[in-house]
């Protein structure tokens, strides 16, 4: 990848359903966890036989697998980081992402033909750091997500031209350097460091005097609210040509422990931005309706980060809770006979507009005028869980696409 145009553009998974998503929505490449060692304990699923399918199933597309190792085990669990490397390699993984110093070490030793990735925890800010990693052996860094436009291409500039170069593009953020957070583990002994964060900072604050037991006082910005830590997420959508010509790599979307929806959603839109920048890298115009798909799914008010200097207008008062306009309506399996086969995911009504999701493409509407259940008999409504049923529609969908329906 490093010294071409083709830019990766790098997706979360949390499970096989999401690993599908991820591939069939336009990833390069897909990072997950196993079943330790990650910092998503919710979103480990994968234990050694499942990661080998996914592997499987990433490189017969021609796609890369990278497996996260980068906690910051305690004592007791070092002795466990052997059989996790093993089962790395025997699986067929691409590559290891770690934090810590001395799991680079063991990796190394473990297994010296894996690639390594050092994680955004280790927090490189410098061309001095990353150089560093190079030298220790690292294929990738992954950057700070502190740094503007302007620091990542002095790192790019003073670092050799094989060392590649990834940063978070889109998702959630976190108010603490890097994710190195420890509020989540003073408060309720959850550490953030070891993929047990309970985001702490998305919760409600108010005041108490010590005096004055039971009385609360808000404390807040504006008379809406008091969560002052809670950030908005990230979304550089609009400025794929400034991170390509700052020297990102890996463009990398935020996000193990979100639906495989979002999953589906976000890689495509950003496979559509990346691949309208790389056909005519010099006259980069995003159009409206790839930008529309970001904001069509579960989020928060969106910010541009660190990216551009100084972060303004980069928390979000009011509340912690998404924005989320649109449902998933049902996941199609066939289309024949003048139907499209699906399996409901959300409730909808003969009569509703629904969305195809169709990879790399402009989304198509149509109306679901007729809907028949799995024995064939018309229904007004589709309300049962992955219930399966039909639609009238002469559209040919390819399979595992999805109907969303708007709120």
Known sequence: MTGSVKHELLSPVGD?????????????????????????????????????VACDEAHSRGKRLYMT????????????????????CAAGVDALITTDIGVFAMIRRLAPDMEIHVSTQAGIV??????QFYEMGAKRVVLARELSLDEIAE???????????EVFVHGAMCMS?????????????????RGQCAQPCRWNYALVEEKRPGEYYPVIEEEQGSY???AK?????????????????????????????????ITNAYRMALDIYERDPGHFELPQQVRDEVFKISHRPYCTGFFFGHPKDCQYYPDSGYI???????????????????????????GDTLEALIPGREPIIFKADRIFDENGEPTDTANRATMDLSIESELVLPANTMLRKKK
């Open 69 to 88: 190792c980068n906690t910051l085990p305690r004592n007791n669990e070092i002795p466990m980081l052997e059989g996790f490397v093993k089962n790395a």
């Open 324 to 350: 989320r306009d649109y449902d998933v309506a049902a996941i199609v399996t066939e289309c024949r006979d003048g139907r499209i086969y699906a399996s409901q995911r959300n409730k909808f009504n003969a």
């Open 16 to 52: 096989m359903e999401r690993l599908y998503a991820a591939l069939d929505y336009g990833a390069d490449a897909v990072y997950l966890g196993g079943t330790m060692f990650g910092m998503r304990a919710q979103a480990a699923k994968f234990d050694p036989e499942s990661l080998k």
């Open 155 to 165: 790192i790019r500039a003073k670092t050799p031209k094989e060392l590649e170069i």
């Open 126 to 131: 410098n061309y001095a750091a990353a150089r």
């Open 177 to 193: 350097f890097s994710g190195r957070c420890l509020i989540s583990q003073y408060l309720i002994d959850r550490d953030a460091n």
């Open 233 to 265: 997420d990230l979304c550089m959508i609009d400025h794929i040509d400034k991170l390509a010509e700052a020297g990102v790599d890996s463009f990398k979307l935020e996000g193990r422990a979100k639906s495989t929806y979002y999953v589906a959603v």
């Open 228 to 230: 002052i830590l809670n």
